[in-house]
């Protein structure tokens, strides 16, 4: 809008004022859709190493996880049937929780 108001600020005429702001909304447009072009190709050559890394991450705390919960079951802390299953269903639990709140905190997390 800076862009436009500049330019037909120096235009005398309002024929010739909605005209250069139809052109210059125009350009800015077609600026917009290159850069957004440019940006998606960007980040749709991204997304596999981020799904990779993604992957990384959770395959890391589903061993971590893995390995706390059979610590446990060996010094009979906990009485856990199949700790594999119960590995993934935690890890499942505890990533769904953290996604809650940090797209909206809770009042109880509110600071």
Do not use: W
């Amino acid at each position: 809008m800076n862009k436009i108001g500049q330019t037909i600020a120096a235009i005398q005429t309002p024929l010739e004022k909605l005209r250069a702001f139809v052109l210059v909304q125009a350009d800015l447009m077609k600026e917009r859709v290159d850069y957004y072009s440019i940006l998606r190709e960007e980040i749709m050559e991204l997304l596999p190493l981020a799904r990779r890394m993604q992957e990384q991450i959770q395959e890391h705390g589903l061993t971590m996880m893995r390995n706390i919960l059979q610590e446990g079951a060996d010094c009979q802390v906990f009485a856990i049937a199949d700790v594999e299953s119960t590995a993934k269903l935690l890890v499942l639990l505890i990533q769904e929780f953290t996604t809650r709140i940090s797209s909206k905190r809770p009042p109880f997390l509110a600071g």
